[in-house]
């Protein structure tokens, strides 16, 4: 039998007013195991720690029980005070006859039972403690980003100025994002490349970050402070060592596709660089569109290339890599307004969505800045709004507020009147919401100044009557249906987690919402981090936000991930769960539980009946593990267990509770 | 006429709300007044109040004004707004939830509709079939006004489209005791 | 192929040609119908305003005479019975209702039937090079705006194509050598509803579709629907008066001009019963040579 200490703590007069302190240390003296048991009015205080390592030294314990206050407050006190003793810190327990007794009852006897069955529990779980040990790990000090758009450029630069090497990765062939695409952003106005190149050339520039465009994560093993990463760089079909961007390849090549850049209102060559200011601005070979590459003939670019970079050889190449933190800022998509089969959305070519008018107004855009609607280049008078398109429609699977799209709805129409004084805006809306500073006065001046017509309504239906567009909505204020005859229609598309989100989030061991935005730690007090250590999130990917929302939240991303590497080392935690391969079946039930992917199921050879046979048995990564305890209680043949917090321990503990 | 009190009319018509939903799955609180139905409203030109309008009285509470409305019968019943409402809320249903109980309240702001009701169902209870011809020219006679296709109506026998005689279904017991049977188990008149 | 029929009260009466040509097409095309005996009117378009229980056990007692009769698939052409009866088959899906039904209409009832508009019958069940290769007089240059109505599409539950834009009767077209037009009033109500109780209203929605079908450049419109024809057919002229411009529109079953392609005696189609003229656009389009 383990020889145990039992310390009852007085707590001053917080404990001892509601629980007869000596009588419960006097009682305890019977429990089994139990060489010592005391009181004292304070036990966390140097004295009441002194006197505990002086008793484990002079009674040679094996274990002790406190009963105090709560663990959350004094259990890493008094694991130290036993180390510091030379007893392993995880033989202690400590039972909680403050908050969840003196505090919270009146009456001093049944105070004194409730200590006594407490502390009972206490010592028949300590007496089945093991001695415990955490490890420590070194931590790579380096850092992932991915996903290159705003959040993310703004992440590796916080991070590298904070001295650490940073590699951003991007799946395009540019960083950037969406806001490249965005022509001027709300509520200053500014022109969005002005405010966006700069960074994006500063991130390619800085010496502790190393831009690895076209290239995507295929795997993640590891764990913070050490995550291995598969990554795979696509194939560019152009070396860009050898490359200097002269662009004559671009020039002379002859297959015209349309450009994803610009919405596919202008085309781009098969060999490209999405628009003038990417980063990297060399070009890459786009291997579907390629005729080279697709049939074997052309090669012009090859021909025309001064440095002799094409190089149609070119393969995909996967590389490993490890970090010790990873920032995912993979943004978002827009909707897909096909879905609304009502608006002709996807049908009429002059129905079109928030970006396309971004690539329409801006001056380096398909049209030159010009507006002109995409079905025969007419310059538009009448422009109609629809706000909330794949944002706050239950029945299109999309309940949630998009966010942006009221702030760049107002943008929009200012914009429209300063380019086109004889324009006239009409924007449908449900709600106008504007929560920002300044973006509020913005609105105001959108009506006031911009003479946008605002009706509160959402549109029923678009159709095209000639080189007309009829709108059909309800003024909901005026309790009529209303039409207008529009030249151009533009739906507030809303934003959608990106189509692939939640494989990234299965590959890096995140959890996601239903629609697939990644899940935060906590809403509010762990906005950034997820429930896996080390991953941060950063931007859209977390749920529809603007500019200002993506970049500071960015930042908070930057210095989670800044702090960790900033450590030395990391020490792993000691309670984990253990599977017992004996009786384990396999059956992978603790796997698909586990929210931090740290069980995996392994194949292991037995001999059974004097023949070798194969068995898949559960193991858990001790090095993962955050000891959550949520796959012991999935485990149906009880063969998993959390260390620490056995089975076989509850088990006492419950014992003790009914022997009373 | 002063301002509507909603601390009362709201309370009141709780249990209105609650049998809308219960009984024929229409939860108004679902409503965000968003327009989208009447907007697309093919009839909504002919309704003093829009299909949303209605939705908003009876979550203020004016339940008598709503089932007394002439706008429930210029419903067409085509179902637009339903297909179209982005929460689901079955405006096309609620409307027809507001005819029946307009009928129960004994509140049929139209008796066109009503008369062509009672007509039809009649006709369907007698003969197990609906008679075109009969149903029109009672519904002409009934109504006191002239049935506007009446024009047509030569033309419509020359082409073999009217019979005067009605078509029986043999088992038109069966038809006394579909009604019978709804009438026992739902009460009222149908 | 054999199916059950469900004719419906109407054609008997108004839509009497769109029975007239689904006999003759169905007949050329070696589809058996066989009609449910003895089968009731489905309480389309009154019964749903007045109690909800009637509106399900008026068609339920129809459904259960299909069970009887070992009917697998009723073919219903007019779309108001369509929807009533598909309604009432969804409707039959859930036990208590099947329980209480059973009880009112005083018969069991299992709900196996499945109820199928015509046009799906002809439309999807038909192979389409089977179709293509009955044609003899193809109906080329005939340009046919499809107008569905609101009652095969909506709801959701009983839709048998998209809401908005519907395609299933403008394939049908294609393969019979027409050209679909392009419009946005395919499923827009006709007010067919409220024709009787409420003329005005109606004949303003009424006017509405054929507006929008001339606009897109149709020279006919093509139904699924007895309610929608008699609409549309009879009130063009008033329609006309409305909107102070001349339409001239013949207004067909889907089945009719099945049954011209297909060679059959305009006659015998019910053609000549129209209210706007309509065996001369057939005549005079190339389909005839
Ligand atoms: C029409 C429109 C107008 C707008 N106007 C404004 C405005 O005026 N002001 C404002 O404040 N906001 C505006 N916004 C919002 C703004 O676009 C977003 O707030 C911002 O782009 C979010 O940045 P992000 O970096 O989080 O995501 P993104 O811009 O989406 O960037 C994500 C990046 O990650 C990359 N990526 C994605 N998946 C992967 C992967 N699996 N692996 C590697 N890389 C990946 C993408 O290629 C992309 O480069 C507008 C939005 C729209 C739709
Ligand atoms: S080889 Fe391909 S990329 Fe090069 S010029 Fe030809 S089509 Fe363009
Ligand atoms: S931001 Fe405005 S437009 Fe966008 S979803 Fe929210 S309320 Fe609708
Ligand atoms: S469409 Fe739906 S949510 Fe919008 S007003 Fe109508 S019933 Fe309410
Ligand atoms: S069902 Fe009635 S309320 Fe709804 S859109 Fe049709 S006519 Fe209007």
């Known amino acids: 039998m383990k020889r145990i200490g039992v310390f009852v703590c007085h707590c001053g007069s917080n404990i001892a007013n509601t629980v007869h302190c000596e009588k419960v240390a006097q009682v305890a003296k019977d429990f089994p195991g139990v060489v010592l048991s005391t009181d004292y009015k304070y036990m966390c205080s140097e004295p009441g720690q002194v ?4 008793a484990i030294r002079e009674h040679n314990l094996d274990g002790y029980v406190v009963a105090a206050c709560s663990p959350r407050m004094h259990e890493p006190t008094f694991r130290k005070c036993a180390a510091r003793a030379g007893m392993n810190p995880y033989m202690v327990e400590q039972v909680n006859i403050r908050e969840q007794c003196s505090w919270v009852h009146a009456d001093k006897e049944k105070g004194t039972e409730k200590s006594i069955d407490l502390l009972r529990m206490g010592v028949a779980k300590v007496v089945k403690n093991e001695p415990l040990y955490s490890t420590t790990i070194p931590v790579t000090k380096r850092s992932l980003v991915i996903g290159g758009g705003i959040a993310g450029i703004q992440a590796a630069l916080d991070i590298a100025n904070a001295g650490y090497p940073v590699t951003l990765l991007d799946r395009e062939h540019t960083i950037g994002g969406r806001m490249a695409q965005v022509d001027k952003t709300f509520p200053t106005l500014d022109c969005s490349a002005c405010i966006l190149t700069p960074k994006m050339v500063e991130a390619a520039q800085h010496p502790n970050i190393e831009l690895m465009t076209y290239a995507e994560v295929e795997a993640v093993d590891g764990f913070v402070g050490n995550f291995d990463v598969t990554i795979r760089k696509k194939a560019r079909y152009v070396d860009f060592d050898k490359c200097t961007g002269c662009g004559a390849c671009t020039e002379k090549c002859p297959k015209k596709v349309p450009s994803e850049f610009e919405m596919e209102l202008g085309v781009r060559k098969a060999i490209y660089t999405p628009f003038p200011q990417a980063v990297p601005n060399k070009p890459i070979i786009d291997a579907n569109h390629c005729r080279y590459l697709l049939d074997g003939k052309c090669g012009i670019c090859k021909k025309v290339c001064p440095t002799g970079a094409v190089d149609y050889e070119q393969k995909d190449e996967l590389i490993m890599e490890r970090f010790g933190a990873i920032v995912v800022a993979t943004g978002f998509e827009q909707f897909d307004i096909s879905a609304y089969e009502e608006y002709g959305a996807g049908k009429i070519p002059d129905v079109i969505t928030g970006l396309h008018l971004e690539r329409l107004m801006n001056a380096s855009g398909p049209t030159a800045g010009k507006i002109k609607r995409p079905s025969d280049g007419k310059v538009p008078e009448k422009i109609v709004f629809v706000k909330c398109v794949g944002s706050r429609d239950e029945a299109k699977g999309r309940p949630y507020c998009s966010k942006a799209c009221c702030m760049y709805v107002a943008k929009h129409a200012t914009l429209l009147k300063e380019k086109m004084p004889n324009s006239k805006s009409y924007i449908f809306y449900m709600d106008v919401r504007t929560p920002g500073k300044n973006y509020e006065e913005f609105y105001a001046r959108t009506q006031n100044e911009y003479d946008a017509q605002y009706i509160r309504g959402r549109v029923s239906k678009i159709f095209q009557v000639g080189d007309k567009l009829i709108v059909r909505g309800e003024d909901s204020l005026l309790g009529r249906p209303v039409e207008i005859e529009a030249d151009l229609v533009v739906l507030a598309a809303g934003m959608d987690p990106r189509s692939d989100a939640k494989d990234l989030a299965r590959t890096l061991g995140i959890s996601y919402d239903q629609h697939g935005w990644f899940t935060e730690a906590h809403p509010k007090l762990q906005p950034v981090e997820t429930h896996t250590a080390g991953i941060y999130l950063a931007g859209a990917c977390q749920g529809p936000k603007d500019i200002p929302d993506s970049v500071a939240q960015a930042s908070a991303a930057a210095v989670k991930a800044a702090g960790l590497l900033s450590k030395p080392e990391l020490t792993s935690e000691a309670m984990t769960a253990l599977c017992d391969e004996a009786i384990c079946s396999g059956c992978g039930l603790c796997q698909s539980i586990c929210p931090y992917k740290s069980i995996e199921i392994k194949s292991v050879n037995e001999r059974y009946h004097g023949q070798m046979r194969q068995r898949r048995v559960s193991n858990v990564n001790q090095g993962l593990c955050q000891g959550c305890g949520a796959c012991t209680v999935a485990c149906p043949s009880g063969a998993m267990n959390l260390k620490g917090f056995t089975n076989d321990q509850i088990l006492a503990e419950v014992d003790a509770l009914c022997q009373r | ?27 108004v609180s679902l409503c965000y007044q968003c327009g989208k139905c009447s907007a697309g409203c093919p009839a909504a030109f002919a309704m003093e109040h829009t299909v949303r309008q209605m939705l908003r009285m009876v979550q203020s509470g004016l339940v008598q004004e709503s089932l007394s409305s002439y706008s429930i019968w210029s419903c067409a019943g085509c179902e637009t707004c339903s297909t179209r409402c982005p929460r689901q809320v079955d405006p096309a249903k609620f409307m027809e939830a507001l005819r029946i109980e307009a009928k129960k309240a004994g509140l049929v702001a139209d008796k066109n509709a ?42 419509l026998f020359t082409q073999g489209k009217l019979s005067i005689l009605p078509h029986k279904i043999k088992n038109t017991e069966a038809m006394a005791k579909i009604f019978a049977n709804v009438q026992k188990k739902r009460g009222g008149k149908s | 192929m054999k ?73 219903v052409p007019c779309a108001a019975c369509y929807q009533r009866m598909k309604a009432a088959e969804v409707a039959l899906r859930d036990e208590a209702t099947r329980q209480e039904v059973g009880e009112v209409i005083e018969m069991n009832v299992e709900g196996k039937s499945r109820t199928r508009a015509l046009v799906e019958v002809f439309a999807n069940d038909l192979d389409a090079d089977f179709l293509s290769s009955v044609v003899v007089r193809p109906l080329s240059g005939l340009k046919v705006a499809s107008y569905y109505g609101c009652l095969l599409v909506k709801p959701a539950q009983v839709a048998i194509d998209s809401p908005e834009n ?54 006919c419109i093509v139904t699924p629907c007895p309610l929608c024809t008699s609409n549309l057919d009879m009130r063009q002229k008033a329609a006309e008066g409305l909107l102070g411009m001349e339409l001239g529109l013949p207004i067909y079953y889907f089945t009719e001009l099945m049954g011209v392609a297909l060679g059959l005696e305009m006659s015998q189609l019910g053609l000549t019963k129209h209210f706007v003229e309509a065996t001369s656009l057939l005549k005079n389009s190339p389909a005839a040579q």
């Open chain 3, 166 to 219: 519907p395609m299933i009767m403008d394939k049908l077209m294609a393969a019979l050598g027409a050209t679909p037009v392009e419009w946005s009033y395919k499923t827009e109500c006709c007010g067919g509803s409220l024709a009787i109780t409420r003329p005005e209203a109606s004949l303003g929605m009424t006017a509405n579709v054929l507006k929008y079908a001339k606009l897109a450049g149709a020279d």
């Open chain 2, 1 to 27: 006429m002063g301002p509507i009190q909603l601390s009362m009319t709201v309370a009141s018509s709780q249990d209105f709300r609650d049998r809308l939903k219960k009984e024929y799955g229409v939860d």
């Open chain 1, 51 to 54: 006197m505990i390592q002086e």
């Open chain 2, 114 to 155: 009503d008369l062509f009701n009672d007509l039809f169902l009649n006709s369907v209870k007698d003969t197990g079939r609906l008679h075109e011809v009969g149903m029109i020219a009672r519904f002409n006679i009934l109504s006191g006004q002239l049935f506007k296709d009446a024009e047509h109506a030569p033309g």
């Open chain 3, 3 to 75: 199916y059950g029929l469900y004719p419906g009260c109407s054609l008997n009466g108004t839509g009497i040609e769109y029975g007239l040509s689904t006999k003759a097409v169905a007949q050329k095309l070696g589809i058996d119908f066989v009609e449910i005996p003895d089968w009731n009117c489905c309480g389309a378009s009154s019964a749903h305003n007045r109690n909800h229980l009637l509106s399900v056990a008026l068609p339920a007692r129809n459904l259960a005479l299909a069970e009887q009769h070992g009917i697998d698939q009723i073919a």
